[in-house]
Nanobody
Framework: QVQLVESGGGLVQAGGSLRLSCAAS?????????MGWFRQAPGKEREFVAG????????YYADSVKGRFTISKDGVKNTLYLQMNSLKPEDTAVYYC????????????????????WGQGTQVTVSS
């Protein structure tokens, strides 16, 4: 069983930064999993934000966050991160981390149904 717990959300002004963390526990070594960040804004469907594959640690980003967000992981701390810079009001959402035991790449890393384990989410609010 894998448990994922997000933290680091909050209220920030446009242009500011936040770093989200996702601590993994259970029989989990995040270096062996594909890890992803998704978000869901009010009234919208959940969408892919960023992912880091178990294959070579390749990273993938949604076009809307490319150049502003950075996904990374610390295998010693078993923690996934999302550094978010130059935040915009449209980044306001609940952010979820997710884990997949599959080695996902371009074709699948953005698909929700590829991820079996999900955290409870953390709220990010960006004020204008």
């Amino acid at each position: 069983q894998v448990q994922l717990v997000e933290s680091g959300g909050g209220l920030v002004q446009a242009g500011g930064s936040l770093r989200l963390s996702c601590a993994a526990s259970g029989h989990t070594f995040i270096s062996m999993y594909t890890m992803g960040w998704f978000r869901q804004a009010p009234g919208k469907e959940r969408e892919f934000v960023a992912g880091i594959s178990s294959i070579y640690g390749s990273t993938y980003y949604a076009d809307s966050v490319k150049g502003r967000f950075t996904i990374s992981k610390d295998g010693v701390k078993n923690t996934l991160y999302l550094q978010m810079n130059s935040l915009k009001p449209e980044d306001t959402a609940v952010y979820y981390c997710a884990a997949s035991s599959s080695g996902l790449t371009t074709a699948g890393i953005a698909r929700e149904n590829e991820y079996r384990y999900w955290g409870q989410g953390t709220q990010v609010t960006v004020s204008s």
